[in-house]
């Protein structure tokens, strides 16, 4: 809590292009908790370069990230908008919960060992410890919920954990947050192997669709998604492919599965795919527009990072104060 509103806090991080799994299970959410939630959502910087960064790009895609949450919906008037490196308490309560989080919980988290898996040559302690940054990012903030995909769901487990451990030994300190994760987007699926997740660091580019990906292209990857042989729009166990692809169609038309079931009886599926690629491209045309005209305003981007990061750093202070009282650092 903060003041008499509850708190929403959520952040993404800037190493790659935004995919509609990114909108869909998270960024597409956010903008409902504006009028009622002290809502906080940040460009998570600190959280990317646990993977090897190109400077440039990374710089580049921070105002691209910021600049795709408003495009998304959100006035910068009625949430705070930042950049996590700006507010160096993250780092400063991301390290004394380090020393609250057991190295067996971190050993436990899968995205730790997935991330190990796939950068074998760079296993830094960063990647170990990006759970308790993520944790001191929503704890900072007193937050009560948390608008995340499925895939952070450990993560969110564990900052849970971190906080009532901390309030056992000092007395209540932290809120304790709750996930908000959507029952029906909480995992879109790679087009390409479909029982895996979407994900913006993919080499494969037909197994992810961005979301500021031209109409065209987005028609292209959906033609190419990997299905079944049976050529029946159904929603049922071992069809990934097409399960996919219906859950992102009822996304962007607000069909249910039954009726996108009838809609396309009897027909195969490169009708269906045309379908969920025209409707993924004109929900996001809006989007894709409205990015358009604030990516090539920097300065006002800037001015939003400004803003937010003060902002933050408000009452990332109140609670940095008490925590620093409770462990017993001298003021
Ligand atoms: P990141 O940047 O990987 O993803 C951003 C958000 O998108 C969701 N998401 C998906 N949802 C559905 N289907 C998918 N295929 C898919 N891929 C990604 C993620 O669940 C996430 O909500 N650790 C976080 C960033 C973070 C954070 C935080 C989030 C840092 N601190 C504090 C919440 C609160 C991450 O890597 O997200």
């Known amino acids: 809590m903060n ?46 370069i646990t993977v090897r960064q190109v400077p440039a790009e ?23 908008l930042f950049v996590q490196s700006h507010v160096p308490a993250h780092a400063e309560l991301g390290w004394i919960l380090d020393c609250y989080t057991m190295f067996g919980e971190l050993s436990r988290m899968t995205q730790f060992k997935d991330k190990s898996a ?3 040559q760079n296993i830094n302690a960063g990647l170990f410890t990006y759970p308790t940054l993520m944790a001191a990012d929503i704890l900072l903030y007193q937050t009560d919920l948390v608008p995340v995909g499925i895939d952070q769901k450990q993560h969110l487990e564990l900052a ?21 994760i959507p029952t029906d987007t909480m995992k879109i699926m790679s087009l390409a192997a479909p029982t895996q997740k979407m994900s913006k660091s993919d080499e494969n580019a ?3 669709v961005y979301i ?31 399960n ?7 996304a962007f038309t607000g069909k249910t599965f039954e009726e996108i079931e009838r809609e396309f009886a009897g027909k195969g599926y490169g009708d269906f795919k045309l379908a969920v690629g025209e409707a993924c491209a004109d929900g996001l045309a809006p989007v894709r527009a409205e990015y358009e005209r604030l990516i090539a305003d920097k300065a006002f981007l800037e001015s939003v990072m400004k803003n937010g990061a003060e902002e933050a750093t408000y009452y990332a202070r109140k609670t940095m104060s008490k925590v620093r009282r409770k462990i017993g650092f001298v003021n």
């Open 3 to 48: 003041g008499d509103k509850k708190t929403v806090f959520s952040g993404v991080q800037p190493s790659g292009n935004l995919t509609i799994g990114n909108y869909l299970g998270a960024i597409k959410n956010f903008s409902r908790f504006s009028e009622e939630y002290k809502t906080f959502y940040c460009v998570v910087d600190m959280h990317a």
């Open 58 to 80: 990374l710089r580049r895609r921070t105002y691209e990230t910021l600049a795709l949450y408003m495009a998304c919906g959100l006035d910068e008037k009625k949430n705070t």
């Open 118 to 120: 796939k950068n074998a």
């Open 160 to 180: 849970r954990d971190i906080a009532m451990r901390f309030n056992q030994i000092y007395s209540d300190t932290f809120t304790v947050p709750e996930g908000y």
């Open 206 to 208: 037909n197994a992810v």
């Open 212 to 242: 500021l990906d031209s109409k065209d292209d987005m028609i292209r990857k959906f033609k190419k998604a990997v299905t079944d042989s049976e050529a029946e729009v159904r929603y049922a166990p071992g069809k990934d492919g097409v």
């Open 244 to 250: 996919n692809l219906m859950t992102i169609y009822h």
